[in-house]
Nanobody
Framework: QVQLVESGGGLVQSGGSLRLSCAAS????????MAWYRQAPGKQRELVAS??????NYTDSVKGRFTISRDNAQNTVHLQMNSLRPEDTAIYYC?????????????????WGPGTPITVSS
């Protein structure tokens, strides 16, 4: 069973930095796209950053502050977050499109991690 697990969340002061990591495990043949989403209280989940084929994309509010990277050998994706602001407070979710064993059959589908909370205090 393919799974995603995030780590690295926590409490940080405004202007500080955090690094999130997400590891994919299970029988994986290929990881296509990987991304980070976040959901703040009372708001819809939004795409923060994505990386595909080495090309990264960011939502406007994090450009210049966040950096997404992948380690294909380790099946991991990271999100380096600098100059954090109180409005970055949210639960951050790892997302990946993976071709792997889905039960007894090979399949390509989207997976989500359980989420890791980040709180930025002012």
């Amino acid at each position: 069973q393919v799974q995603l697990v995030e780590s690295g969340g926590g409490l940080v002061q405004s202007g500080g930095s955090l690094r999130l990591s997400c590891a994919a495990s299970g029988t994986i043949f290929t990881i296509l796209d990987m991304a980070w989403y976040r959901q703040a209280p009372g708001k819809q989940r939004e795409l923060v950053a994505s990386i595909s084929g080495g090309r990264a994309n960011y939502t406007d509010s994090v450009k210049g502050r966040f950096t997404i990277s992948r380690d294909n050998a380790q099946n991991t994706v990271h999100l380096q977050m600098n100059s954090l602001r109180p409005e970055d407070t949210a639960i951050y979710y790892c997302n990946a499109e993976i071709f792997g064993m889905d039960g007894a059959l090979p399949n390509t589908r989207t997976y989500w991690g359980p989420g890791t909370p980040i709180t930025v205090s002012s």
